[in-house]
């Protein structure tokens, strides 16, 4: 396939009602300084209004910030929704502090990648670099 | 209730139109024909208004109220916001959305973040491709929001059929020098914050300071969160913008013509520096062993006219 011309577009979401968005600011600046074209979208999103930016921002991948379990049920749903808009070629990966146990049902729903605490921005930008489509 | 699948069919068709405008080359310039040829076939007349002004002055907050009140008449309303890319590594950090609310269902409106990539400092290369694609989609009502800084601001003022200058209450020395250039093409100048201490005042400064013959800006005192003379600011746009006709898509087309001019040099200029081509002239032209006039030409393909 081709060498992409230009740069990985990223939307950073974060979904759920708390409003913490300290971790999702130092990864946008993270993955500007990176090369990608970062789109913050700022606290509490929908997964509707989650999926109308990706699409409207055409981007290649979803990282969504997490600070808790049971956010992460929101996950499997932004997948399923991206998938019926017909982006389902758009790469989905979540941080945060996600159990261990929660682990298998999201990688079985679609979430490609999930990056704990202590994971490094060159950590995640080589992994979006491996696993984002090519155009 | 999951957001409808063919709801945002469209949007994406258009969201996809743009990100391959964003690759110069035959297939864009084939997108942008088309989408001219639709929106001369469907009789389109978008009115296109370039945000400039200092950062955070509050022009994102202030396009998407705008945006409220003309959806709430029925208006489609698109927003292109465009940011600096950055020089080192490339990227961009794009948080103009953070300022405009989400309506996911909502086919009457559409919201786009664009870096300015290649461009350096001038208004982002693709900007008018944009509004070209985004007329063509229906949207009727088109903001380009863009910081106010250097080259930008020609291009703003370029592609927009109505330029609106953002200021904030502060109005230091800082944005007093930005003004100097910007005001001679602003169409309208808009204190924002109205509803903070000073924006009355610097308002008052900027009606006595402008000239008030022709050619001198309208005037408006808004709060975009509190939503203050919003409906007032976009009856003046609409003003400015009216009688426009045909001349606005024609000034699309010009202003992409010379966004595509502009990157083709840029282009040109980054190869002859990386392949050394550029040093060898210039070390050419110090020893005598070429002469000055048609170098540019040899360098960068354009042509020069005899007496230059
Ligand atoms: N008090 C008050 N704050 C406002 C108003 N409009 C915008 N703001 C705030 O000003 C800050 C900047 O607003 P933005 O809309 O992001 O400004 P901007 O000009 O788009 O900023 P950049 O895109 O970063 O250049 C935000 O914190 C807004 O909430 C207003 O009318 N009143
Ligand atoms: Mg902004």
Do not use: W
Not at chain 1, 83 to 90: L, M, P, Q, T
Not at chain 2, 205 to 220: D, F, I, K, T, W
Not at chain 2, 232 to 255: K, N, Q, Y
Request: hydrophobic share 45%; with cysteine; charged share 20%.
């Amino acid at each position: 396939m081709a060498e992409r011309t230009t740069p990985i577009r990223v939307l950073i979401a974060k979904p759920g009602l708390d409003g913490h968005d300290r971790g999702a600011k130092v990864l946008a600046r993270g993955l500007r300084d990176e090369g990608f074209e970062v789109i913050y979208t700022g606290l509490r999103r929908t997964v509707d209004a989650i999926v109308a930016a990706a699409i409207e921002e055409d981007v290649d991948v979803v990282g969504c910030s997490i600070l808790s379990g049971a956010h992460a049920t929101l996950l499997p749903k932004l997948v399923a929704s991206l998938r019926s808009s017909g982006a389902s070629d758009v790469l989905v990966v979540a941080g945060g502090i996600i159990p261990e146990a929660d682990r298998p049902e999201l990688e079985q729903a679609g979430i490609s990648g999930i990056f704990g605490p202590g994971t490094t921005i060159a950590e995640v930008a080589t992994f979006l670099r491996a696993n984002a489509r090519r155009r | 209730m999951p957001v409808d699948a063919k709801h945002l069919a469209a949007r994406r068709e258009l969201a996809q139109g743009i990100s391959a405008v964003e690759r110069p080359g035959p297939a864009a310039n084939q997108r942008i024909q088309e989408a001219l040829a639709a929106s001369v076939a469907d009789a389109r007349n978008a009115l296109v208004v370039g945000l400039t002004g200092a950062p955070g002055a509050g022009k994102s907050s202030l396009a998407a109220a705008l945006a409220d009140v003309a959806r709430a008449v029925g208006r489609r309303v698109a927003i292109l916001a465009i940011d600096p890319s950055s020089h080192e590594s490339g990227g961009a950090l794009l948080g103009d959305r953070v300022r405009i609310d989400e309506h996911p269902d909502d086919d009457g409106r559409f919201t786009r973040s664009i870096a300015t990539r290649g461009s350096g400092r001038s208004l982002a290369h693709v900007a008018a491709a944009a509004t070209i694609l985004v007329e063509a989609a229906g949207f009727d009502l088109i903001f380009v929001e863009t910081v106010g800084a250097g080259q930008a601001e020609i291009g703003i003022a370029r592609l927009a059929d109505v330029l609106l200058v953002v200021e904030g209450p502060e109005g230091g020395d800082e944005v007093q020098a930005m003004k100097a250039g910007i005001l001679e093409v602003a169409d309208i100048v808009a204190v924002n914050k109205s509803d903070r201490p000073g924006a009355q005042a610097a308002f008052d400064r900027l009606r006595s300071g402008l000239a008030l013959g022709a050619g001198a800006p309208e005037l408006a005192l808004v709060s975009a969160t509190a939503g203050a003379g919003i409906s007032e600011l976009l009856a003046t746009i609409d003003a400015a913008g009216a009688g426009r006709g045909v001349r606005g898509r024609i000034r699309r087309v010009e202003a992409h013509l010379v966004a595509a001019a502009e990157s083709h040099v840029d282009a040109q200029v980054r190869e002859a520096t990386a392949s050394g081509a550029l040093t060898t002239r210039a070390e050419q032209i110090v020893a005598g062993a070429q002469p000055l006039t048609g170098s540019i030409t040899a360098l960068f393909g354009i042509s020069e006219s005899p007496d230059a």
